[in-house]
C-alpha cells in the first residue's frame, strides 16, 4: 500500500529535477524542498552545488533572459538593472510574526504607530502567505541554495536553506554565503532556517516586465516567524528584500536565536587594527545606520602612517563572550553588498580593487567602453566615454540631466575573498576578539567626532539613543532625522525593551572583559552645508584614539555627554585640510536639550513600558548633566 501511495504521489508530480537529485537530500531538507514544490508548481527543481560550472550555466541564462549584461571591461562582472518600483529594502512590508505582539513590539503610548518593527498575528500572516505563495513559480524553476552564515561547520554558524525562483538571487547568494554541496554534508540530519522566496511572476506574465526584471511590487511582503524559524519574502528580487541569509537570517531571525542562545547578531562591521610600531593589533566593531559609512570604514586605507586596518566584515557582526569571558565576533558572511555611490579610488581604493572581478552590479550606470560609472566616479572616468545611466538614459551627462546616473541605492556584490585587506581570521571559526565597539550615524548638527561612554551601561544608552539622517537604503524619501537604535531598527527580530535587556545583561556577566563602547560622527556640516571633517582614510586618527583609550592612556576629558578627546590628543599630524576642531567638537547647550527631549519622547512613546529603568535612569542623569553644565 505503503509503495502504490508513493508512486501515485509520484505522478502526480509535475515538476522535473533537472540538476542534483531529491534522493540525496538530508530528509528534512528533501520534505522542505517538496512540501514547498507542492504549493509554488515550478515546472523544474535546480539543486544547486556552488560550483563554477553550475554558475556559468546561470549566468548564460540571465544573460539571455535580459537580467544581466556583461561588463567587458573587466572580468567576469555583471550589470543588473531592476525595475525601477524594486531598488531598496522596503521596511513598510517587512513583518515579524509571533503569537504575542509584546514579544516582537514594545507597545507604543497613545495608540501610536510602532516604529520599532511591523508585527502581525500567525493567522493573518497564514491568509497573507496564502494568498500569494500558491502556484507562483509556475513556468519557472526552483531553485534550492544549501548556504551556511559563517564558515561551514564552525559551532557559532547557522544553516539555511532558501528555495528562490530566482537566478540573480542564487548568483548573488554564492557570492554572499558560503553555497553549495559542502553546506549539506555540515547538515546532514541538523535543523535549519527555512527561507522561500518568490518574485512572483508564474508564467506566462499577465502584464510586460520592465528591464527584464521579474517582481511583483504590490504583493511584496518579507515575513520572519521566529518561532518557526521560517522566512518568506515574496514579490521582489532586490538584495535586501531577496537575499535571505542577511537581513532576514543573519539579523532578525539572528537576534532571535542570540538572545535564546546567549549572544548578540548586530549591524556591525569588524576591522582589525595594528599599530604598525608597537605590533599591538585591535578589533573593533561598529554600528552605523545603512549607507552611513561601515564599508568604507571596514575596508579604510588610513592616512596615519603607522596603522593597517584589515576588514573582518563590512556589515553583520555575531559576537558571544567565550569561555575566557573575551567577547569574540564572527562575519556570518562571505561577500560585501556595498552602496556603489561614493566609492572611488579617492574615498576606498580597497573596495573599487575588490569589485573588478566576479562582481554583479546592480543598478549602476554602464560607460560605453563596457565599465561601470556612478555618482563618485566623476574624475576617475575617462571623458571620452558615453554614460548610459542606471535608467536607461542613453549618453546621460550631468549637466542636462536632472536625474543620478546611479541609484542612490545602487550596490555591488563582491566576494569578500577577493578584497586585499582581508584580515588573517577573517574566516576562524572561533571569531576574533572585540575591544571597542563603536556607534555612529549621520548627524549634520550638534554631534561632536568621537565621545566615550562613561559604562558599559551608558554604552547601551548611547546605542538605544542613536538618530541617523534617512539614506536611499530604505524607501524613506525626504531626508530627516530619524531614531536608529543600534543600527538596528529595520532589523529588530524581537521586542526592543527586551533587546535592551539583553544588553545590558551581556555587561553583568561575571568574569567578562567588556570592551568600551564609543560613538563617533563623521558628518557634521558647518555653516555653508559641508562636512567639517574630511572622513574616510583621515577616521584611522579616531581610530587611533580609541585604542588608545583602550589601551588606558589618560588623553580624555569628561563633558555632559561623554568623554571627548583632550586639548591635542587626536593625532592630527599631516591632516591635508585645516579643520575647525573647535566647531567640530563644540556641544551646543539648546541642540543637546532638544536631543534629551527627543529621546525622552522616543523612549516614552516607542518604547513605553518595555523600557529597561537603566537606560532611563541614563537619560535622567544625562538630562541633569546637561543642565549643570
Ligand atoms: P549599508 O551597506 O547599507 O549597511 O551601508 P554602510 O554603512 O556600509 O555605508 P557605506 O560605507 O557604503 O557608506 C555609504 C555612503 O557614505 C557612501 O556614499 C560613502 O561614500 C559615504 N561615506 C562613508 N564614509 C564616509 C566618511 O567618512 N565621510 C563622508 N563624508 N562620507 C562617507
Ligand atoms: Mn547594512
Ligand atoms: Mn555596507
Known amino acids: 500500500l505503503i509503495e502504490a501511495a ?79 518600483a524594486d531598488v531598496a529594502r522596503v521596511e513598510r512590508l517587512t513583518y515579524i510574526s509571533t ?72 548568483a548573488s547568494m554564492r557570492i554572499m554565503t558560503r553555497m553549495g554541496e559542502q553546506v549539506l554534508g555540515a547538515l546532514g540530519d541538523g535543523n535549519f532556517i527555512k527561507c522561500l522566496h518568490s518574485v512572483g511572476c508564474p508564467l506566462p506574465l499577465t502584464s510586460p516586465l520592465h528591464n527584464n526584471w521579474p517582481c511583483y511590487p504590490k504583493m511584496t511582503i518579507i515575513a520572519h516567524l521566529p518561532h518557526k524559524n521560517e522566512i518568506h519574502s515574496f514579490g521582489s528580487g532586490y538584495g535586501g528584500n531577496s537575499l535571505l541569509g542577511k537581513k532576514c537570517l543573519a539579523l532578525r531571525l539572528g537576534s ?80 560585501f553588498f556595498g552602496v556603489a555611490p561614493g566609492t572611488s579610488m579617492k574615498t576606498n581604493p580597497i573596495a573599487m580593487n575588490t569589485c573588478l572581478s566576479n562582481t554583479i552590479f546592480t543598478n549602476v550606470a554602464e560607460t560605453s567602453d563596457g565599465g561601470v560609472f556612478w555618482e563618485g566616479l566623476e574624475s576617475e572616468v575617462d571623458p571620452n566615454v558615453r554614460i548610459r545611466s542606471w535608467l536607461g538614459d542613453e549618453d546621460w551627462k550631468k549637466d542636462n540631466s536632472d536625474r543620478p546616473a546611479a541609484h542612490p541605492n545602487s550596490r555591488f556584490c563582491t566576494p569578500a575573498a577577493q578584497c586585499p585587506i582581508m584580515d588573517p581570521l577573517w574566516e576562524d571559526p572561533k571569531g576574533v576578539p572585540i575591544d571597542a565597539i563603536v556607534f555612529g550615524g549621520r548627524r549634520p548638527k550638534g554631534v561632536p567626532l568621537v565621545y566615550e561612554s562613561f559604562s558599559w551601561q551608558h554604552g547601551v544608552f548611547i546605542g538605544a539613543s542613536m538618530r541617523s539622517e534617512s539614506t536611499a537604503a530604505a524607501e524613506h524619501k525626504a531626508k530627516m532625522i530619524m531614531h536608529d537604535p543600534f543600527a538596528m531598527r529595520p532589523f529588530f527580530g524581537y521586542n526592543f525593551g527586551d533587546y535592551l535587556k539583553h544588553w545590558l545583561n551581556m555587561g553583568e556577566k561575571p568574569d567578562v572583559h567588556l570592551p568600551k563602547i564609543f560613538h563617533v560622527n563623521w558628518f557634521r556640516k558647518d555653516a555653508d552645508n559641508k562636512f567639517i571633517w574630511p572622513g574616510f582614510g583621515e577616521n584611522s586618527r579616531v581610530l587611533d584614539w580609541i585604542v588608545r583609550r583602550c589601551d588606558g592612556e589618560d588623553i580624555a576629558k569628561r563633558t555632559p555627554i561623554g568623554l571627548v578627546p583632550q586639548q591635542d590628543t587626536l593625532n592630527l599630524a599631516g591632516l591635508e585640510t585645516p579643520v575647525d576642531m573647535e566647531e567640530l567638537f563644540s556641544l551646543p547647550k539648546e541642540f543637546w536639550q532638544n536631543e534629551v527631549n527627543a529621546i525622552y519622547k522616543y523612549f516614552d512613546e516607542q518604547v513605553n513600558e518595555d523600557l529597561p529603568h537603566d537606560i532611563m535612569h541614563e537619560l535622567h542623569s544625562l538630562e541633569a548633566r546637561i543642565q549643570d553644565e
Not at 560550483?51 to 556583461?70: A, F, I, Q
Request: proline share 6%; net charge neutral; aromatic share 8%.
Open 256 to 335: 532571535n536565536l542570540g538572545k535564546e542562545e546567549g549572544w548578540l547578531a548586530e549591524h556591525m562591521l569588524i576591522l582589525g587594527l595594528e599599530n604598525l610600531d608597537t605590533g599591538k593589533k585591535r578589533y573593533i566593531a561598529a554600528a552605523f545606520p545603512s549607507a552611513c559609512g561601515k564599508t568604507n570604514l571596514a575596508m579604510m586605507t588610513p592616512s596615519l602612517p603607522n596603522y593597517k586596518v584589515t576588514c573582518v566584515g563590512d556589515d553583520i557582526a555575531w559576537m558571544r563572550f567565550d569561555e575566557n569571558g573575551v567577547l569574540r565576533a564572527i562575519n556570518p558572511e562571505a561577500g
Open 6 to 84: 508513493s508512486v501515485f504521489a509520484e505522478s502526480r508530480r509535475s515538476y522535473r529535477v533537472i540538476h542534483g537529485s531529491l534522493t540525496q537530500l538530508p530528509n528534512k531538507v528533501r520534505n522542505y524542498v517538496e512540501e514547498n514544490a507542492r504549493l509554488c508548481k515550478p515546472d523544474t527543481i535546480h539543486i544547486c552545488d556552488g560550483s563554477e560550472r553550475e554558475n556559468e550555466m546561470l549566468t548564460y541564462v540571465l544573460r539571455k533572459d535580459g537580467m544581466l549584461k556583461k561588463l567587458h571591461k573587466y572580468d567576469n562582472c555583471w550589470l543588473a538593472r531592476t525595475d525601477p
Open 99 to 170: 503569537p504575542l505582539k509584546r514579544d516582537t513590539v514594545p507597545t507604543p503610548k497613545y495608540g501610536a504607530k510602532s516604529q520599532l518593527g511591523n508585527w502581525m498575528d500567525p493567522e493573518d500572516m497564514d491568509n497573507e502567505l496564502n494568498m500569494r505563495f500558491p502556484d507562483c513559480m509556475k513556468g519557472r524553476t526552483m531553485f534550492v541554495i544549501p548556504f551556511s552564515m559563517g564558515p561551514v561547520g564552525s559551532s557559532l554558524s547557522k544553516i539555511g536553506i532558501q528555495l528562490t525562483d530566482s537566478a540573480y538571487v542564487v
